[in-house]
């Protein structure tokens, strides 16, 4: 890894910039050293999160877009400040030939990205939008590492793939069973 820190260059990312965007072509891909980064896709008005990337993973979908001269088919914001090591596209093929364990590193993440996105529409399809939303709610406690969690109802919506109103609704469920209290934009959850 020593290399690909060498061929890379160490940057700061404030929380909240959009690092990529769907249609764009990718020039570096990020290995997360520090922070958290959303990916997710957008149709019309609604987003649907795919996944975060935590420290020491990268963007599989920057990995595939880049390797195939391919335009981007997602966006992705730093949901923290972020510290990560962008790895220039021009530099991959070297890398990845002089660096067999990269290539097993992209593959680890392909599996677990893949594993997540099975999980993922086996939630959409199969369970109700409260026991959805809790189980959200718990997973950004646990890769935030804070409870309560500062997170609106709009964002809530635009992760889930759904619209405000019914985040609104089956929080207030959720509250009156003693799961979640809300106070303001933070959402303290129980039962984890």
């Given amino acids: 890894m020593k290399k690909i820190a060498e061929a890379g260059e ?6 909240g910039t959009e690092i990529l965007r769907a249609g764009q072509f990718v020039k570096v891909i990020p290995l997360v050293q520090k922070g958290l ?3 997710y896709t957008r149709y019309e008005d609604r987003e649907l999160l795919l996944y975060y990337i935590q420290p020491s993973q990268s963007c599989i979908m920057s990995f595939s877009a ?3 001269n391919e335009p981007s088919q997602v966006y992705a914001v730093t949901e923290e400040d972020t510290e990560a090591i962008l790895i220039p596209v021009s530099k991959l093929d070297t890398l990845t ?7 097993d590193f992209f593959f680890q993440q392909y599996k677990g990205r893949y594993a997540e ?5 086996h939630y959409v399809l199969f369970d109700k939008m409260d026991k ?6 718990k997973d ?15 964002q809530l919506a635009n992760e889930l793939g759904t619209v405000r109103e019914v985040v609104s609704r089956v929080l207030k469920k959720l509250e009156g069973e003693g799961m979640v209290r809300q106070q303001g934009n933070t959402i303290q959850v129980f039962k984890l």
């Fill in 10 to 15: 160490l940057t700061s990312i404030e929380k």
């Fill in 37 to 39: 980064i959303k990916v």
């Fill in 66 to 68: 880049s390797i195939n």
């Fill in 97 to 103: 030939r002089e660096n067999p364990r990269l290539n």
């Fill in 117 to 121: 996105l099975l999980d993922t529409i």
């Fill in 132 to 137: 959805r939303l809790h189980r959200h709610l």
């Fill in 140 to 154: 950004k406690i646990a890769l935030k590492g804070e409870n309560p969690v500062q997170i609106s109802h709009q």
